[in-house]
């Protein structure tokens, strides 16, 4: 008599709900996003929903925000009521403060407990920002080996076009969360204004860029660069460039759902990003 082994069936998640026709394999938490628009559009917006629905999933993701505006995810959209259960830590409405020197700590904190994240430094100033990601992108390379999404707000202060003396560190520790980050389970997202600004190494391995609008003739040639090969969805919907051709460099234009918590900005000083 032959006897089969039987294995537990593999647990499914839900897909994610981007906008209308627009759903996201869960595979997507190790995929690499590009985020481009104009200040004001909804780029920021947009990557909110993409959290939203990987923390509903019970995805691992963490948001690097340079900028102090991503507490509103604890809220509800109307304002009134709570929203995600996120972790903050560093800026005004941190559960914890963060300190310069505290990149690989938080790392490790969030290799051996992966929860939903948000890392604020709006505190620090340039030079300290840049030491304390260097730590953290480095480390977190180092020891992560299961599906987390990294979300880097404001990219082109990781990744300039122009780096900084000293900021070399920071700009390979980039390059290996974005070109070789899905072997360690890491995927990400880049946000960025100016695509003109950001450096072409690391945006050109984008698997899937999101372009909104951008206006400024410098960001639309950089864009046609990044763009090299990529065609609109037209046919088959977005969701299936997004989920069966990313690899192959596509271009998609996204609206997004109706986020369900207050969205990152919105109430704060910073208004909408």
Same mark, same amino acid.
């Given at each position: 008599?032959?006897?089969?082994?039987?294995?537990?069936?593999?647990?499914?998640?839900?897909?994610?709900?981007?906008?209308?026709?627009?759903?996201?394999?869960?595979?997507?938490?190790?995929?690499?996003?590009?985020?481009?628009?104009?200040?004001?559009?909804?780029?920021?917006?947009?990557?909110?929903?993409?959290?939203?629905?990987?923390?509903?999933?019970?995805?691992?993701?963490?948001?690097?925000?340079?900028?102090?505006?991503?507490?509103?995810?604890?809220?509800?959209?109307?304002?009134?009521?709570?929203?995600?259960?996120?972790?903050?830590?560093?800026?005004?409405?941190?559960?914890?403060?963060?300190?310069?020197?505290? $990149? =690989?700590?938080? *790392?490790?904190? &969030?290799?051996?407990?992966?929860?939903?994240?948000?890392?604020? +430094?709006?505190?620090? /100033?340039?030079?300290?920002?840049?030491?304390?990601?260097?730590?953290?992108?480095?480390?977190?390379?180092?020891?992560?080996?299961?599906?987390?999404?990294?979300?880097?707000?404001?990219?082109?202060?990781?990744?300039?076009?122009?780096?900084?003396?000293?900021?070399?560190?920071?700009?390979?520790?980039?390059?290996?969360?974005?070109?070789?980050?899905?072997?360690?389970?890491?995927?990400?997202?880049?946000?960025?204004?100016?695509?003109?600004?950001?450096?072409?190494?690391?945006?050109?391995?984008?698997?899937?860029?999101?372009?909104?609008?951008?206006?400024?003739?410098?960001?639309?040639?950089?864009?046609?660069?990044?763009?090299?090969?990529?065609?609109?969805?037209? $046919? =088959?919907?977005? *969701?299936?460039? &997004?989920?069966?051709?990313?690899?192959?460099?596509?271009?998609? +234009?996204?609206?997004? /759902?109706?986020?369900?918590?207050?969205?990152?900005?919105?109430?704060?000083?910073?208004?909408?990003?």
């Amino acid at each position: 008599m032959n006897v089969v082994a039987s294995h537990p069936p593999r647990m499914t998640r839900p897909m994610l709900h981007i906008g209308p026709g627009l759903r996201l394999p869960p595979e997507a938490v190790t995929e690499t996003f590009a985020i481009v628009a104009k200040r004001g559009v909804g780029k920021t917006y947009t990557a909110a929903v993409m959290v939203e629905e990987m923390v509903k999933a019970a995805l691992p993701v963490v948001v690097v925000d340079p900028i102090g505006v991503w507490w509103g995810l604890r809220s509800s959209a109307d304002g009134k009521g709570p929203g995600l259960a996120v972790t903050i830590l560093g800026g005004e409405h941190g559960d914890l403060p963060l300190e310069e020197g505290a $990149g =690989a700590v938080v *790392a490790d904190f &969030l290799v051996d407990r992966p929860a939903p994240l948000v890392v604020d +430094v709006s505190g620090f /100033r340039k030079g300290p920002a840049r030491r304390f990601m260097t730590d953290f992108l480095e480390q977190l390379y180092a020891r992560n080996r299961s599906p987390l999404h990294v979300v880097l707000d404001e990219a082109d202060e990781w990744v300039p076009q122009r780096p900084l003396k000293g900021s070399e560190r920071l700009l390979g520790a980039c390059e290996d969360l974005v070109r070789r980050g899905r072997a360690r389970g890491l995927g990400c997202t880049l946000i960025t204004q100016r695509p003109a600004v950001r450096h072409k190494d690391v945006l050109t391995q984008a698997e899937v860029l999101v372009a909104l609008r951008i206006i400024g003739p410098q960001d639309r040639n950089a864009h046609r660069r990044v763009d090299q090969g990529a065609r609109h969805p037209g $046919g =088959a919907g977005p *969701a299936a460039r &997004l989920a069966g051709q990313a690899s192959r460099g596509q271009l998609v +234009v996204v609206v997004a /759902r109706v986020a369900r918590r207050v969205r990152p900005g919105e109430g704060s000083p910073a208004g909408d990003v």
